[in-house]
């Protein structure tokens, strides 16, 4: 690997953060004391003990969609814990969150055992926006009999995390954390060792690869489309049309729309 190649993988793994799921992937991985911390904060219980952490867990369902899991953990009392960050709104639709919660639960009910056995299971979203816009740094989801508004006890859980708060509460800190790219700098000591190696050790610069190229290729989506916005502009500022300037943009209609609208306003 060129001396160039290496200073640009060390330059992105500089910037590199949990919230972006590759890296958590990597930070999580086979790390059970930080999981541990991070669903103990979350789910407001300090006695959560995870057994087992595995990062990219690929469900085969041979009748329809399947899913790989970001993290999926297991704790004594034998309920598992799946965790996704969420950046794109897209990503964090509350369907997507119902059909992760179902397929953890045919993954982990044998043929052969009672439904009674159906493990409790959290499915967990971590979402850059408060997706659920109520402005809340927590979403519990749980099932409720309508009539009276008491629990449906099934053991399926669906919990919205809104990073955007980030205050000094714990989760706040969790949250500041999972956008800290400076391991000096973590509030949770469980993730700063991993950290410290990732971001440090030559060991570890051949195994980022693919977060370096997602970075990089994000980076130049995100270069593409500011240039797309300024053509845009200047063709709006010219006195073209809406549909024009779309064209010769690249945008799509409503970005441009909006962008008139902006200017107008």
């Known amino acids: 690997m060129s001396e160039n190649r290496i200073k640009e993988i060390r330059q992105v793994i500089e ?16 790390n059970i004391p930080a999981a541990q911390r991070m ?56 369907k ?13 009910l044998q043929s052969n055992h009672d439904y009674k056995e159906l493990p409790e299971s959290y499915v967990i979203f971590i979402t850059e926006n408060d997706v659920l816009q109520k402005n809340l740094p927590l979403y519990h989801i749980d099932r409720t009999i309508r009539e009276d508004r008491t629990d449906f006890a099934d053991g399926a859980h669906i919990v919205y ?10 989760l706040g800190k969790l ?42 290729e994000k980076r130049a989506k995100e270069a593409a489309h500011q240039k797309s916005m300024e ?16 064209e010769i943009s690249e945008l799509s209609f409503e970005e441009v729309r909006a962008l008139a609208r902006q200017q107008s306003a």
């Open 161 to 170: 995390v809104n990073s955007k708060i980030r205050d000094d509460t714990q």
């Open 175 to 216: 949250m500041q954390d999972l956008y800290c790219t400076d391991p000096k700098n973590l509030h949770y000591q469980e993730f700063a060792e991993r950290m410290e190696f990732l971001k440090y050790s030559k060991e570890v610069e051949a195994t980022m690869v693919d977060p370096i190229e997602e970075y990089a």
């Open 15 to 30: 910037k590199l953060c949990m919230m972006h799921n590759k890296f958590l992937n990597a930070m999580l991985d086979e």
């Open 39 to 94: 669903l103990q904060v979350i789910l407001e219980d300090d006695k959560i003990k995870v057994i087992d952490v595995r990062i990219q867990n690929f469900i085969q369902n041979l009748y329809g969609h399947s899913a790989q899991l970001d993290i999926l953990a297991q704790d004594g009392e034998g309920r598992f814990f799946n965790v996704e960050v969420q950046r794109s709104d897209e990503g964090a639709h509350e």
């Open 96 to 108: 997507r969150a119902r059909f992760y919660s179902s397929v953890l639960d045919t993954h982990f």
């Open 231 to 246: 053509i845009a502009l200047r063709c709006l500022n010219k006195g073209y049309s809406v549909e024009d300037a779309a």
